[in-house]
T-cell receptor, first 113, second 111 residues
Framework: ETGVTQSPTHLIKTRGQQVTLRCSSQ?????VSWYQQALGQGPQFIFQ???????GRGNFPPRFSGLQFPNYSSELNVNALELDDSALYLC????????????FGPGTRLTVT | KNEVEQSPQNLTAQEGEFITINCSYS?????LHWLQQHPGGGIVSLFM???GKKKHGRLIATINIQEKHSSLHITASHPRDSAVYIC?????????????FGKGTLLTVNP
């Protein structure tokens, strides 16, 4: 059984650019949640995907968008990057019908300059 | 006021000490998680509980649903316990089981 993986590990982008972050969910999990963690803060919920559909969204602007594929892996896309988007982006997978338990990936550290 | 409050924000202990980290929340919940985050970012789930008490090795988590309060205890603390400990709740009433997090408690255990 493979755990949750994320790519890339680190990323440096310039303000105004676009970025795509990737998450492979744990085997058998059909739900992926994305979180943003600014330095020194707790993670904030961005959105969740369940069976390829968005299933809830936090207080993030539309330039944060996502996708979930038939194999339940997921992407987070951020357009028109701003300096404040610099953060650790975490994804967590779960099997929604069975448990509230979420399994976290190692995160992607995004720096916007 | 945040929906999930943790205390203390920072905690320094000597090896062997008993440690308590507290979490209070203001919303109805379906479950509460205690998570551990080491430098570099990876988050590991320590406990998920919705009532009572759970124990795993030197770690104990308790929750009082009526008082909307949970505690994480570490017995016989060790320098390898140094990490950020985060409390997160699953809001009840939603369909997406999103987590709402506290800001975390930075624990440093000195040898």
């Amino acid at each position: 059984e493979t755990g949750v993986t994320q790519s890339p590990t680190h990323l440096i982008k310039t303000r105004g650019q676009q970025v795509t972050l990737r998450c492979s969910s744990q085997s058998g999990h059909n739900t992926v949640s994305w979180y943003q963690q600014a330095l020194g803060q707790g993670p904030q919920f961005i959105f969740q995907y369940y069976r390829e559909e968005e299933n809830g969204r936090g207080n993030f602007p539309p330039r944060f968008s996502g996708l979930q594929f038939p194999n339940y892996s997921s992407e987070l896309n951020v357009n028109a990057l701003e300096l404040d988007d610099s953060a650790l982006y975490l994804c967590a997978s779960s099997l929604k019908e069975v448990s509230y338990e979420q399994y976290f990936g190692p995160g992607t550290r995004l720096t916007v300059t | 006021k945040n929906e999930v409050e943790q205390s203390p924000q920072n905690l320094t202990a000597q090896e062997g000490e008993f440690i308590t980290i507290n979490c209070s929340y203001s919303v109805g919940i379906s479950a509460l998680h205690w998570l551990q985050q080491h430098p570099g970012g990876g988050i590991v789930s320590l406990f998920m509980l919705s009532s009572g008490k759970k124990k795993h090795g030197r770690l104990i988590a308790t929750i009082n649903i009526q008082e909307k309060h949970s505690s994480l205890h570490i017995t016989a603390s060790h320098p390898r316990d140094s990490a950020v400990y985060i409390c997160a709740v699953v809001n009840s009433g939603g369909s997406n089981y999103k987590l709402t997090f506290g800001k975390g408690t930075l624990l440093t255990v000195n040898p």
